[in-house]
T-cell receptor, first 114, second 114 residues
């Protein structure tokens, strides 16, 4: 079955612009999370959605936002981009919310801000 | 709060050597524990998991045992191959305030030389 699909794979944006990243979870998965990966900070949690509701948000400024649609697809948006937003953004989906479920990750979107 | 500490890398081993990557965690209650692997240019793949004390997760020759008394989840493999070269992340997932986010360690880069 198809895995987690993230689009686009690569993105170059200019400071001050905004960007929208897309994530299609595995069919049947209703939980979607987003993570930012950088060499300095490692993997940091951004948001978690379940059935269109944001369950939790990480410690990121309000420029970072997200949403989940009724088909479980998710988008995240970053406004007023800064150089420090350059990172690999990973989306992960899970079958459910039980702790034992592991997340399946997509290949990520590599965002470069210049 | 919850946290995961991994041994710092990079780790360089010869093919067929024994691998241990140490992982300890801090969490209230009983989290689920995971090992993820990231190959160059890709997202994270779930390697193995354990959901309760004394559980042993295993996959592709890798093993890790959930040790509650030492709050550890060390990754082991008896004979590594060049294809095992990757970054390995230890993670926990804990239910707190309705959230099931993953908390990751910093990652350990493994290089296996022929």
């Amino acid at each position: 079955k198809a895995g987690v699909t993230q689009t686009p794979r690569y993105l170059i944006k200019t400071r001050g612009q905004q960007v929208t990243l897309s994530c299609s979870p595995i069919s049947g998965h209703r939980s979607v999370s987003w993570y930012q990966q950088t060499p300095g900070q490692g993997l940091q949690f951004l948001f978690e959605y379940f059935s269109e509701t944001q369950r939790n948000k990480g410690n990121f400024p309000g420029r970072f936002s997200g949403r989940q649609f009724s088909n479980s697809r998710s988008e995240m948006n970053v406004s007023t981009l800064e150089l420090g937003d350059s990172a690999l953004y990973l989306c992960a989906s899970s079958l459910g919310t039980e702790m034992g479920y592991g997340y399946t990750f997509g290949s990520g979107t590599r965002l470069t801000v210049v | 709060g919850n946290s995961v500490t991994q041994m710092e890398g990079p780790v360089t081993l010869s093919e067929e050597a024994f691998l241990t990557i140490n992982c300890t965690y801090t969490a209230t209650g009983y989290p689920s524990l995971f090992w993820y692997v990231q190959y160059p240019g890709e997202g994270l793949q779930l390697l193995l998991k354990a959901t309760k004390a004394d559980d042993k997760g295993s996959n592709k020759g890798f093993e890790a045992t959930y040790r509650k008394e030492t709050t550890s989840f060390h990754l082991e493999k008896g004979s590594v191959q060049v294809s095992d070269s990757a970054v390995y992340f230890c993670a926990l997932r804990y239910s707190g305030a309705g959230s099931y986010q993953l908390t990751f360690g910093k990652g350990t880069k493994l290089s296996v030389i022929p």
